[in-house]
């Protein structure tokens, strides 16, 4: 009678406690050793702070993801806990380099990346301009010959633009000095190199275009943080 | 007696308690292991429901795989000794009059990209007004301004450096320059030996580039 007791009260507190667990494991030699089956946690999973940082080169080691579309038996089951292996995913950016050659004047108006604005973010770094042989470079827009006692000369010269955009559902580039004048020479060329770094959404967010107006001070403030940040 | 033994066996075979404590005596949770877990091989774990994270970006820790100890750890760029990542600041002071033709970084190019973004060049007194030489006749050069290069390239198996007005023009006198320049690690980029695409525009002035291996 006293054991009968002693086992209710023990399913009362509905409380076990154990040093060295095995499931599956005849001789544990960790606290809780599992083999022969498969772990299933149907509510939250936590790890304590006190886990281990990794401190090793960057190719010892792989990141650790849940699998939404997992299956077990036949079932879907999902968050089966996977390895990502070679490719680490630990900065999912692509960087594609791009030689466009023989641009007219210096008139890169479109060009179609095909990458699609719908996945990926972009942005445009390591520009270079190369010219064709005797190309002196963008002719100017306009010059002032009357300038103080004629002493000065002071020429105008057109805004050049490097630019990537979305237009439709991909990303497109322009880079031009769109007001030039291009009655000088029509023949010269240049090559264009630049770098695209792509970024996927599924990791990166794109804030948009930020638009303040300065009402003509020189300093301003956003009122807020830009949105989504 | 011998029955209510038999009994408390069977309950215990079926692991039908509300909240087990190994190493603890006092677990809170459904189960609570105080001390190390090891799921032996092809044994699987599943997180039917973790919830998702929504969090700000900096309150979370990713989650790697020791491939040598096989010990889950959490992956922490401030502890580690290297980075996904890198940005830096180059100021190169007194520059000749030709601009930067190449600086050579020692950065390995097998084991990183890497990228000139933003620039800022001033004459080397740091003012700002930057002149660049040329002839004022008819169709002397002052009739043009020269297009540049800002760019990182590789040379010798290192990233160099570059920033000059091209052309064959000078600036006006020795110049300060500062290059924004990013560092990839090369290894942990989704793709970073994508061959550059060439696109020959012949004389046009629109294009449609091939989609790149994303």
Redesign the interface.
């Known amino acids: 009678m006293k054991t009968y007791f002693l086992i209710l009260s023990l399913f009362l507190t509905f409380t076990l406690s154990f040093s060295q667990v095995g499931i599956g494991v005849t001789n544990p030699t960790q606290m809780l050793e599992v083999d022969g089956g498969h772990i299933y946690v149907g509510d939250d999973f936590y790890i304590m702070n006190s886990i281990g940082s990794y401190s090793g080169d960057d190719t010892g080691f792989h990141i650790i993801a849940a699998d939404p579309n997992s299956q077990s038996k036949g079932e879907p089951l999902n968050g089966e806990l996977i390895e990502f292996y070679g490719n680490q995913e630990l900065l999912p950016i692509t960087i594609q380099a791009y030689e466009i050659k023989n641009v007219r004047y210096h008139k890169l108006q479109d060009l179609n990346l095909q990458i699609p604005s719908d996945k990926y973010v972009i942005s445009l770094s390591n520009f270079e301009a190369i010219p064709s042989s005797g190309n002196l470079g963008l002719y100017r827009v306009s010059r002032n010959t009357s300038g103080f006692f004629n002493t000065f000369q002071n020429f105008t010269y057109s805004n050049f633009v490097i630019e990537t955009s979305e237009v439709g559902s991909n990303w497109h580039v322009r880079i031009e000095a769109p007001n030039v004048s291009l009655s000088h020479n029509t023949s010269w060329t240049y090559t264009y190199k630049f770098d695209i770094i792509i970024f996927p959404k599924r990791f990166f967010k794109n804030l948009g275009s930020l638009q303040y107006n300065l009402n003509g001070n020189k300093n301003g403030a956003a009122s807020n943080t830009p949105a989504g940040l | 007696?011998k029955n209510?033994?038999y009994?408390?066996a069977l309950?215990l075979s079926s692991f039908l308690?509300?909240?087990?404590?190994?190493?603890?005596?006092?677990?809170t949770?459904?189960l609570e292991?105080?001390?190390?877990?090891?799921?032996?091989q092809n044994?699987?774990?599943?997180?039917?429901?973790?919830?998702y994270y929504s969090g700000t970006s900096g309150s979370s820790s990713?989650?790697?795989?020791?491939?040598?100890t096989n010990?889950?750890?959490?992956?922490?760029p401030a502890?580690?000794?290297?980075a996904?990542?890198y940005f830096t600041s180059y100021f190169f002071d007194n520059v000749g009059a030709a601009g930067l033709s190449s600086y050579d970084t020692k950065i390995d190019a097998s084991k990183y990209?890497v990228?000139?973004?933003g620039f800022i060049v001033l004459k080397s007194d740091g003012s700002t007004s930057i002149s660049i030489e040329g002839t004022?006749t008819t169709n002397g050069?002052?009739?043009?301004?020269?297009?540049?290069?800002?760019?990182?390239f590789v040379q010798n198996g290192t990233w160099h450096l570059k920033f000059q007005p091209?052309?064959n023009?000078v600036f006006e006198s020795q110049v300060d320059i500062y290059l924004n320049v990013?560092i990839?690690?090369k290894?942990?980029?989704?793709?970073?030996e994508?061959a550059?695409?060439?696109?020959?525009?012949?004389?046009?002035?629109?294009?449609?580039?091939?989609?790149?291996?994303?």
């Open positions: 007696m209510y033994i009994l408390f309950l308690f509300s909240q087990v404590g190994i190493g603890t005596t006092s677990p949770e459904t292991v105080n001390g190390t877990t090891k799921l032996h044994n699987k774990i599943y997180l039917e429901n973790p919830g990713l989650m790697v795989k020791d491939i040598n010990e889950l750890k959490k992956f922490d502890t580690a000794n290297f996904s990542v990209y990228s000139v973004g004022t050069t002052n009739n043009y301004f020269p297009l540049y290069s800002a760019r990182a091209n052309n023009r990013s990839y690690r290894n942990l980029l989704t793709n970073a994508n550059p695409i060439v696109l020959d525009f012949q004389n046009g002035t629109t294009g449609t580039a091939p989609a790149p291996s994303l």
